[in-house]
């Protein structure tokens, strides 16, 4: 008894190493956008909380926590006060299988591919309940596009992990980092180019971000499913978008730019001189970048319109994968160099 | 008093969070909450295939019931909205025409498995070969199973186009956007400029 208890103790450490540097980045990422956005419009963001604004996240955070927790007149109490923790749980949980560097995983288990996609297929509950318990019409609205909308990215997104594990021939998550060793030129970006678009697209999709933010479109249905939550509630459901924002972006470098792999391995000379620099740095970077992009595409990109977005789903990026899984087989068969060469 | 192992206790809090919820899913009288309680009976049960070491079932069991199935039927019994006055209290009335049928499928159960199996101290581990669960299950279906596998595969392709051609209209039934059309439009088709002489101010 006694060293299971060990084992659960050990394991809850594990835990908080984990979340709460995601919770402080989940923080700047905000502090990131605002800044960013500030910046492409010609604006300065905050400057005003901390040195250049920088704690302005935990005064938002607190802010937030003091306000007043409104729960709307012939709602489900009950449901309208777990819809937030039903949307941020799959996004937390689903960091139990992500690899930071060779080894460094809290579970390191083989289905780890089926795990992230069976947590994330979870995280569309959030935002149903969200809407359905707050009796509003706008928040029932903004829950239907989101419940057709995931379902639909979510067959996108699904084949072209299909492409991944085809590739990688293991539905670990360490392995398939590791199948991608040996160069630049080994990532999968490069022969499964139209899934790491298609991945890339559906992860923005999936997370409900601009420009396929039609569930909160502010302009039609006021904010979608978070209208009628006000302090902690709302704290949350922002918390869970931007966790799954992170999430997404390690998932994209982990299953297509190589993961904690260094990107001038084997290159000779530049390779020893980068030598030094840790896994997870790289890994860390990769992510940055994919985030700035999140970014940068709110600030860019007007808003779909829903038949639009439906058409995208449906009749380009599925058959996309589809088509490509085909190829990819064909080059794993004909051992195409220089990735599926033996 | 031996300990007793933690998976059990981890076995035995799925196993009792399934059968409340699935109760629970009968006796709730609000259609919308009774699909939550089947969603969470759903993970309740994928977590015991999780301790029997099947993860695929498992997680397949998350991703396609929970994932995509229940969202429909929630998404289908938020919109039809059923008034709530008129469906009181129908857990009782039916309880024990459920009963029968629960006894009865009980005692099928003790029949096909023997007796032993029902005892508190025995686990449904060790019924699978260790290994990854996925490879196995692949190499069955596509090599002992291949036929039976590429048949149910073709029942559910002749289920998708039935479903789509029944309810799918033909195109001079509705209105649908050509897009190609409207990608290829140019000015000249939609904006007519008409060139109109300015009329003196009369005074």
């Known amino acids: ?342 | 008093m031996n300990p007793i192992p933690i998976s059990m206790l981890i076995f035995y809090l799925f196993a009792g969070i399934a059968v409340l919820s699935a109760i629970m899913v009968i006796a709730s009288n609000n259609p919308v909450r009774g699909v939550l309680f089947l969603v969470v009976t759903f993970i309740a049960s994928s977590g015991m295939w999780m301790m029997a070491q099947a993860e695929f079932l498992s997680l397949i069991l998350v991703l396609v019931y929970v994932g995509a199935v229940m969202t429909l039927f929630l998404f289908v019994v938020m919109m039809i909205n059923i008034e709530l006055t008129s469906q009181k209290r129908k857990f009782s009335y039916y309880l024990p025409f459920g009963a029968g049928i629960i006894l009865l499928l009980v005692l099928m159960m003790l029949i096909a498995l023997h007796p032993q199996y029902f005892s508190f101290g025995s686990m449904p581990s060790g019924v699978l070969p260790k290994g990854a669960n996925t490879e196995l299950l692949g190499k069955v279906l596509y090599t002992n199973y291949a036929y039976p596998f590429i048949v149910a595969g073709v029942l559910l392709l002749t289920a998708i186009i039935a479903a789509i051609s029944l309810v799918h209209r033909r195109p001079r039934d509705c209105k649908s956007q050509q897009v190609t059309e409207q990608i290829k439009t140019r000015r000249e088709l939609r904006v007519r400029i008409v060139n109109l002489p300015s009329e003196k101010k009369e005074d």
């Open chain 1, 1 to 342: 008894m006694f060293d299971q208890l060990q084992t659960l103790i050990w394991i809850i450490i594990k835990i908080t190493v984990i979340v709460l540097p995601l919770l402080i980045l989940v923080a700047y990422v905000t502090y990131a956008e605002r800044k960013v956005i500030g910046y492409i419009q010609v604006r300065v963001g905050p400057n005003r909380v901390g040195l250049k604004g920088l704690l302005q996240p935990f005064a938002d955070l607190i802010k937030l926590v003091f306000k007043e927790i409104v729960v709307p007149s012939r709602s489900n109490p009950y449901l309208f006060i777990i819809a937030p923790i039903l949307s941020l749980v799959p996004a937390l949980i689903a960091w139990a299988v992500v690899p930071f560097s060779d080894g460094l995983v809290l579970s390191n288990i083989n289905a780890g591919v089926l795990f992230l996609f069976a947590v994330s297929s979870l995280s569309v509950y959030g935002v149903l309940v969200a809407g359905w318990a707050s009796n509003s019409k706008y928040a029932m609205f903004g829950a239907l596009r989101s419940a057709a909308q995931t379902v639909s990215y979510e067959i996108a997104m699904g084949f072209s992990l299909v492409g991944v594990l085809m590739a990688a021939g293991s539905m670990n998550l360490s392995q398939i980092v590791a199948a991608q060793s040996g160069g630049i030129w080994q990532w999968y970006f490069l022969p499964l180019l139209p899934l790491f678009v298609v991945f890339w697209i559906s992860g923005i999709a999936e997370t409900n971000r601009a420009p396929f933010d039609l569930v909160e479109g502010e302009s039609e249905i006021v904010a979608g499913f978070h209208v009628e939550y006000s302090g902690v509630g709302f704290a949350l459901f922002f918390l869970a978008e931007y966790a799954s924002m992170v999430l997404i972006s390690v998932l994209l470098s982990l299953f297509f730019l190589g993961g904690w792999l260094s990107p001038f391995e084997g290159i000779p000379g530049i390779e020893k001189l980068f030598a030094w620099i840790p896994g997870f740095a790289w890994l860390f970077i990769k992510t940055a970048f994919f985030l700035f992009v999140y970014i940068w595409i709110r600030a860019t990109f007007p808003r779909y319109r829903y038949d639009q977005l439906m058409r995208l789903g449906w009749k380009v990026l599925i058959p996309v994968t589809l088509v490509w899984i085909a190829v990819l087989g064909i080059l794993i068969k004909c051992h195409c160099p220089p990735w599926f060469a033996i």
